[in-house]
């Protein structure tokens, strides 16, 4: 790996990320980054007083085609998905979160279609700094939490096929609205936090 030549600065940029803050985000711990550091065409560090940062469009361009990436956008619109049937955040809120020319819209693309990986950290960080929980965890690979949700959801969706729809049980997620998210359900899948709800709701009723 190249030296590099330490660069002196009372506060870092605001578009680089420290190398734990990068390590945190791709879920590897921090002797893992620095050996990727090493091989292929990982981003370019910059050192300043002394500690490695990076650029964050570096990294996601890095990771753009990586399994990894497209797992953590999938579990970020998931999230996303959850919180919009859970009635706790509305579609126009996604949209204004991804700078939508049209809140509305932009936000119902993101409930229902594939995200990019540069529209999932976007939303990531947006939440994290809201009061949602996120139950996007770093201490297990993105992959591993995406086919354990996955494999989880088919199950719960399959079931309510068999019954002939969500129907009803959408009361045990959202009382106000639940003819519409019952319709979302029955067309895309439910996200998993709802697939959890439903399961008891399934389970309340002998369902299961």
């Known amino acids: 790996m190249p030296r590099r030549r330490n660069i002196k600065a009372n506060t870092p940029p605001t578009d680089l990320y420290s190398a734990e803050e990068v390590a945190k985000f791709l879920g590897i711990s921090l002797n893992a980054l620095y050996l990727r550091m090493h091989f292929g065409n990982f981003p370019e560090a910059t ?42 955040l509305s579609r126009r809120e996604v949209g204004m979160m991804i700078g939508a020319a049209k809140p509305l819209v932009g936000g119902g693309s993101v409930y229902l279609r594939p ?6 950290f976007l939303l990531y960080e947006n939440l994290k700094e809201s009061a949602h929980k996120l139950h996007i965890t770093m201490e297990l690979s993105f992959i591993k939490q995406y086919q354990e949700r996955a494999t989880y959801i088919r199950m719960i969706w399959e079931r309510l096929i068999e019954l002939g729809g969500t129907g009803h049980f959408a009361r045990a ?34 369902k299961m």
Do not use: C, Q, T
């Open 47 to 88: 050192k300043i007083n002394g500690r490695l940062h990076f650029k964050m469009e570096d990294i996601l361009a890095y990771l753009r085609h990586d399994d990894e990436a497209k797992a953590f956008a999938w579990l970020v619109r998931d999230e996303v998905r959850s919180l919009i049937d859970l009635g706790h």
């Open 115 to 120: 995200i990019s990986l540069e529209r999932a």
């Open 173 to 206: 997620v959202n009382r106000s609205h639940w003819r519409r998210v019952a319709k979302s359900i029955d067309n895309i899948g439910p996200s998993w936090r709802v697939a959890k709800i439903l399961h008891l709701a399934l389970l309340k009723e002998g």
